[in-house]
């Protein structure tokens, strides 16, 4: 069993974690002016010309290096709905982990190798532009695969159960905080996205990874003062 302090460090880290990784997709996936080049613009991720190479190594690594303790705002998650029975939030636990450590790594780098390969050679001839077009169109499937199988477990698979299990077990969440899952902010932000796409703009990359910070912070509030 975990001691209080314990559980406690575990929330602070997954929360503190969810907040640098929120920066590090602002690095490394904010595009200023996505509507300038069109979708391929968008789809190549051309806008990271623009990007200089700190901010490339900066936004890669700090995203990579905390990325692996959003385990333990899973563990936090899994304790406090532990109450609704013995297999469902054990699976809860398993798929959260399995998404994050199937997909969020490889999603997270692929951006530091795209923009370093492309800056590699933009500037030496066209030609390389158009193999580096060719590269990410045959990529792209390959990635869009893990992309899928990495979401659908760590967001929205884990989301419905946390859902289903908040409205329809004993657990230590109040019965609105169904609504503190990545799922439901993710939605949220596309929704203010499209009325106020002004504000929300440099919010859209950090869209997934702040659902995390609301559904780590969520039960790290539950468990401070929790007596084992």
């Keep these: 069993m975990l001691n209080n302090k314990t559980i406690r460090l575990f929330g602070i880290f997954a929360v503190i974690s969810s907040l640098i ?3 590090s997709d602002i690095l490394i996936t904010y595009n200023p002016d996505p509507g300038n080049g069109g979708v391929e613009k968008e789809i190549l991720d051309l806008f990271m010309l623009e990007f200089s190479n700190l901010r490339i190594y900066l936004g890669t690594f700090l995203g990579l290096f905390f990325i692996p303790f959003y385990c333990l705002g899973y563990y936090l998650i899994y304790k ?3 109450p609704a029975g013995k297999y469902i939030p054990l699976i809860f636990l398993l798929i959260s982990i399995f998404g994050l450590i199937f997909g969020f790594s490889q999603i997270h780098s692929s951006f530091g190798y795209k923009a370093l390969f492309l800056k590699s050679g933009y500037k030496v001839s066209e030609e390389f532009l158009n193999y580096y077009k060719s590269c990410i169109k045959n990529i792209l499937p390959f990635q869009m695969i893990i992309i899928i199988v990495s979401y659908s ?3 929205f698979i884990n989301s419905i159960i946390f859902i289903f299990v908040v409205l329809m077990r004993n ?5 609105w905080m169904l609504l503190c899952n990545p799922l439901f902010i993710i ?13 929300f703009s440099i919010l859209r990359p950090i869209s997934v990874n702040f659902g995390n910070f609301i559904f780590f912070l969520t039960p790290t509030i539950l468990l401070w003062n929790i007596k084992e």
């Design 187 to 199: 939605l949220l932000f596309s929704g203010l996205s499209r009325i106020f796409p002004n504000i």
């Design 21 to 23: 990784i929120c920066f």
């Design 80 to 82: 406090a709905i532990k």
């Design 171 to 175: 657990t230590l969440y109040k019965k």
């Design 153 to 155: 477990l760590s967001i």
